[in-house]
């Protein structure tokens, strides 16, 4: 059965901290892993790794895949309060494009 | 324009009632979704339409019915639902089977009394 499991379940920083989120993945047919932050409605789409190793950026936020030990990170530096969101990990498999979603990190950054 | 949009945002309704939920998107994508997203749960995938065709049902319930009239819409047709039917409901698009990224509208909330 495919599995997608995020850890923490949450976590509580305060401004100015580093956060590091974990995901790790047993999925048949993996084509890509994405993150996405959900506030209150639809996820937003932050990244997309197919490649092992390769650092994928976007300001504050970065997120590395590593394929060989099924797993990837998302770290955010100097988290601001407008970083508080459940950020999802989704697993993209198969020939239908069928995203597997984690369970997801709830971050609560405190002012 | 790069935004999936879905209505109603809310929507409440009896058992025996019968309604839609409508989504859109004008990005030129030809592949859409249907997810389910359960209180403090992920979204689970329920539909995959590419190029106006059903791709994959994940064995979701006959009384959840799809359909994509044309290109740019996706509707969930409603019937006989159940209390533990109540979520929120996702629309996505990508630009293909073959474009992992999909982007996501902002759900439709419902509640099944």
């Known amino acids: 059965e495919d599995k997608v499991v995020q850890s923490p379940l949450s976590l509580v920083v305060h401004e100015g901290d580093t956060v590091t989120l974990n995901c790790s993945y047993e999925v048949t047919n993996f084509r890509s892993l994405l993150w996405y932050k959900q506030e209150k409605k639809a996820p937003t789409f932050l990244f997309m790794l197919t490649s092992s190793g390769i650092e994928k950026k976007s300001g504050r936020l970065s997120s590395i895949l590593d394929k060989k030990e099924l797993f990837s990170i998302l770290n955010i530096t100097a988290t601001q309060t407008g970083d508080s969101a459940i950020y999802l990990c989704?697993?993209?498999?198969?020939?239908?494009?069928?995203?597997?979603f984690g369970g997801g990190t709830r971050l609560m950054v405190k002012p | 324009d790069t935004e999936v949009t879905q209505t109603p945002k809310h929507l409440v309704m009896g058992m025996t009632n019968k309604k839609s939920l409508k989504c859109e998107q004008h990005?030129?994508?030809?592949?859409m979704y249907w997810y389910k997203q359960k209180a403090k749960k992920p979204p689970e995938l329920m539909f995959v339409y590419s190029y106006e065709k059903l791709s994959i049902n994940e064995s979701v319930p006959s009384r959840f019915s799809p359909e994509c009239p044309n290109s740019s819409l996706l509707n969930l047709h409603l019937h006989a639902l159940q209390p533990e039917d109540s979520a929120l409901y996702l629309c996505?698009?990508?630009?293909?089977?073959?474009?992992?990224?999909?982007?996501f509208g902002p759900g439709t909330r419902l509640t099944v009394t």
């Open positions: 990005m030129g994508h030809r592949a």
């Open positions: 996505a698009s990508s630009q293909g089977l073959r474009d992992i990224e999909q982007y």
């Open positions: 989704a697993v993209g498999r198969g020939a239908g494009n069928m995203l597997t």
